[in-house]
């Protein structure tokens, strides 16, 4: 390979020891319940995107023009997601997921509520990020309980780290934001500290931000909130 070349997994993004990148998640082979996998096979090819390293054109995905795009990075089983798509028509949103079973569960909320203004990929968000969405094109990232990667030998882990917020602010319109959610107070600080460091990101509210009324109180965050437990909102916004 000619000196000026890099292969392609030696790009920009963090490795282990034997250079393969981190990931921010752990595939989990999860088992596709059959309505699912039903889900899958009817709505992947209406509402799925293929990852393919290939930008995307935004508004003839979602056949219409100047909608706002929200995209939202490893939705989990997507109810947070279809309940925001339901509630706000006049948004378009993309959601990524790496999970099978998560894809398959949207993909059956999409069908049940009859959604117009959601696709998703299924496909590490760094990748997705860097290949297929274009430059400036987002009005909104949605980053909702990303996982903590609690122990500190697996902090390299984070999905948020500088690197990829710089990633991140390259693809947002000025005035955009960036929503970070979690339920972990030491992750919490260090989301707070990381995009407090981007000079392309202003912080909306001087520390957290309360919990704005499109991120619905999820089962979980519920039952966390009668026991104590703390949940941090995070925006901040590209100037
Ligand atoms: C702790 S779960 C939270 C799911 C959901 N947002 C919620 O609030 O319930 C984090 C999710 O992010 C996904 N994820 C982590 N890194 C990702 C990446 N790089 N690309 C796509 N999905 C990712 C994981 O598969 C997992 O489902």
């Known amino acids: 390979m000619p000196e000026n070349e890099?292969?392609?997994?030696?790009?920009?993004?963090?490795?282990?020891?034997?250079?393969?990148?981190?990931?921010?998640?752990?595939?989990?082979?999860?088992?596709?319940?059959?309505a699912q996998q039903r889900a899958i096979e009817t709505g992947m090819p209406k509402f799925?995107?293929?990852?393919?390293?290939?930008?995307?054109?935004?508004?003839?995905?979602?056949?219409?023009?100047?909608?706002?795009?929200?995209?939202?990075?490893?939705?989990?089983m997507g109810d947070s997601t279809a309940q925001i798509a339901a509630a706000?028509?006049?948004?378009?949103?993309?959601?990524?997921?790496?999970?099978?079973?998560?894809?398959?569960?949207?993909?059956?909320?999409?069908?049940?509520?009859?959604?117009?203004?959601?696709?998703?990929?299924?496909?590490?968000?760094?990748e997705v990020l860097k290949h297929m969405i274009p430059d400036g094109a987002l009005d909104g990232v949605h980053i909702f309980f990303p996982d903590p990667w609690h122990k500190k030998r697996h902090h390299k882990r984070r999905l948020i780290q500088g690197a990829f917020v710089q990633l991140l602010c390259s693809k947002l319109k000025v005035?955009?934001?960036?929503?970070?959610?979690?339920?972990?107070?030491?992750?919490?600080?260090?989301?707070?500290?990381?995009?407090?460091?981007?000079?392309?990101?202003?912080?909306?509210?001087?520390?957290?931000?309360?919990?704005?009324d499109y991120r619905p109180l999820t089962k979980f965050e519920k039952r966390g909130l009668k026991l104590g437990h703390g949940v941090w909102d995070i925006i901040f916004r590209r100037i």
């Open 175 to 212: 005035g955009a934001y960036i929503h970070v959610a979690t339920d972990w107070q030491e992750y919490a600080e260090w989301v707070l500290e990381v995009l407090s460091a981007e000079a392309q990101l202003v912080n909306s509210a001087g520390g957290y931000a309360p919990r704005p």
């Open 88 to 126: 706000n028509p006049q948004n378009d949103y993309l959601g990524i997921e790496v999970h099978g079973p998560g894809v398959g569960n949207l993909l059956k909320l999409i069908e049940a509520s009859g959604l117009t203004n959601l696709r998703l990929i299924q496909h590490d968000a760094v």
């Open 6 to 34: 890099t292969p392609e997994n030696e790009t920009m993004e963090p490795q282990d020891s034997k250079h393969r990148p981190i990931r921010s998640f752990v595939l989990r082979q999860g088992r596709l319940t059959p």
């Open 48 to 76: 799925g995107v293929e990852y393919r390293p290939a930008l995307l054109e935004l508004d003839a995905l979602f056949g219409r023009n100047d909608s706002p795009k929200v995209l939202e990075i490893g939705f989990g």
